[in-house]
């Protein structure tokens, strides 16, 4: 066994012999670049800092690195392929090119990890929400290496559609929707203030004040009534409350709370307005 003392030494003119080394390295946003050189990993701080993406680097004294100019495909193609390969589905960008994606076989990712959740990739230079991608697993991170052109493109399709329908994780149909697709849509969703119930209130009474004001009606609360109506309190111009079940998709009336001669549904919430407050002329 080495004298600890003649470890260090060892170790210490190792490191002082990485001086001038040029080697490449993946860096992420905020990062650091890594070498490992004789079965030690050493750690380099990136000058000028801010890079992303594959360079070449040069160590230019402990622990810092200078970068040289940005490493070529083939380059990038041969360090990957020390490291497997996996497939994944793309869910939202954390930061810069870093991105949060999710196993395209969970039954594959748990056999290889031990485990099964969201997985960070980092360098991702294409692809979007849902996009299937080819990356290089190092252990920890994922290494992204290219779009899977030879997945079928009709869930990235379908997913981003019931994505701007804002359907509901639950609610997800559609012919070859699997486990795996279901969970990468309910990751994407939980980060949409769409999907957030507060938000989508918020939206609702935005919608129903702005229908009230131009009718010269003011709202003062409304609930749930079901799927398809909302039980809306408000005030005419002059004061008056009143109580209506209005449409969700139209803000038709469903019912006024009044007499309107079975006409209720002739009318918007907006309209319903004027004609309360001019019913005696209109139902003479």
């Not at 490493?71 to 497997?84: G, R």
């Not at 748990?110 to 692809?127: A, D, F, I, S, Y």
């Amino acid at each position: 066994m080495k004298n600890i003392r003649n470890l260090l030494k060892e170790l210490a003119i190792q490191e002082s012999n990485l001086q001038g080394k040029q080697f490449l390295a993946p860096a992420v946003e905020g990062g650091r670049v890594r070498l490992r050189m004789a079965g030690i990993i050493y750690t380099f701080e990136i000058e000028p800092k801010g890079f992303e993406g594959w360079g070449i680097f040069e160590a230019i004294a402990p622990g810092k690195a200078q970068f040289i100019e940005p490493a070529e495909f083939l380059q990038i193609a041969e360090y990957l392929e020390q490291f497997p390969p996996a497939r994944l589905w793309l869910a939202y960008p954390l930061r810069g090119q870093t991105w949060l994606a999710y196993p395209m076989n969970e039954s594959d990712w748990l056999q290889r990890t031990g485990t099964v959740k969201p997985v960070v990739v980092h360098l991702v230079l294409e692809g979007g929400k849902f996009e299937p991608v080819v990356v290089r697993w190092d252990g920890k991170n994922g290494w992204f290496e290219a779009c899977d052109r030879r997945a079928d493109p009709m869930p990235t399709e379908q997913l981003r559609t019931e994505l701007k329908r804002l359907t509901m994780p639950q609610n997800l149909s559609f012919k070859g929707l699997t486990p795996e697709m279901r969970t990468v849509y309910e990751q994407v969703v939980q980060k949409m203030a769409e999907f957030n119930p507060q938000w989508q209130y918020y939206q609702d009474e935005k919608r129903l004040e702005a229908a009230l004001k131009m009718g010269g009606g003011e709202l003062q609360s409304f609930q749930e009534s079901g799927d398809k109506y909302w039980t809306v309190h408000w005030t005419t111009r002059t004061g008056e409350q009143h109580t209506s079940a209005i449409s969700k998709q139209d803000l038709t009336v469903f019912s006024s709370g009044i007499c309107l001669s079975g006409r209720d549904h002739d009318f918007d919430l907006q309209s319903l307005i004027g004609v309360i407050e001019n019913r005696d002329e209109w139902f003479d």
